[in-house]
């Protein structure tokens, strides 16, 4: 985790850092300058958001799988990490009934078609024959900006605050 977040950290400061601004080419092959992150990709991300928990809370896992890229990846605490929208459809399906789930999203940043959010969450589960269980804990997301001009998910990582081996 401390990898990626270094990783994470030194590739967005060489990217705020570039002397150069981006560019793309219109029709005609001349340069412009590239989008920037406006606050409408923001709020378009904190949509995506509240579309996630909305589908996390009712349990509709075939819709919560479109908040990811087809080649998105979740690293989710004590597993191996899933990749594809598929597996981590899968691996929702797999969980115990979900009873509450809240995210708050405490950073939205981003640069051109790439964008990086961070929060925390309480999730609530009901185990069948056990005891009710109760998350919280924070989580980091990358975003790729699609040629339709909306963000899905590339990378999600998660973790609980719980000391470990609890």
Known sequence: MKHLILVLAIVFAAMACAQEPDVTADAEGQAEPAAGFTAEDEAAIRDRHEQ???SFNVEDWATQATYYAEDAVRMPPNEPLYQGRDAIMAASEALPPVTSFTLTSQEIEGHGDLAWARG???LDMAPPDAD???MEGKWQAV???QDDGSWLCV?????TDAPMGT
Request: no cysteine; proline share 6%; hydrophobic share 40%.
């Open 52 to 54: 996630f928990v909305a």
């Open 155 to 159: 990378s999600d990582i998660w973790n």
């Open 120 to 122: 925390t969450f309480t």
């Open 143 to 145: 975003y790729e900006r």
């Open 132 to 134: 009710p269980v109760t």
